[in-house]
């Protein structure tokens, strides 16, 4: 039984990192789309290629800490709602 709880409590934390990872991926596509950007002018703006953009806004992968603080410094993001979702 045991086995089956830590299975389980594995499973909901990874999918709840996969949704989140995805969440912060789709919030920043959207505020870059909102502001008029295209892919290749915000990861140079943040200071990372294009793939990792497309990586992060796919969901694949969470930007870095380095990424996060670029984008909260080149950018005027409301960073709480992008790690968030929430105004």
């Known amino acids: 039984k045991n086995r089956k709880v830590i299975k389980t409590s594995f499973l909901n934390v990874h999918l709840e990192n996969q949704m ?7 919030r920043l596509r959207a505020w870059r789309k909102e502001q008029n950007w295209t892919g290749h002018e915000l990861a140079g703006v943040i ?9 992060i806004e ?3 992968t ?3 800490a380095q990424t996060i ?5 080149k950018t005027d993001i409301d ?3 992008l790690l ?4």
């Open 20 to 26: 989140t990872k995805i969440k912060i991926g789709k």
């Open 58 to 60: 796919k969901g694949h």
């Open 79 to 81: 960073i709480h709602w």
């Open 47 to 55: 200071g990372i290629s294009q793939g990792s953009l497309c990586d």
């Open 84 to 87: 968030l979702g929430e105004k």
């Open 69 to 73: 603080i670029k984008i909260m410094t």
């Open 62 to 64: 969470y930007p870095s």
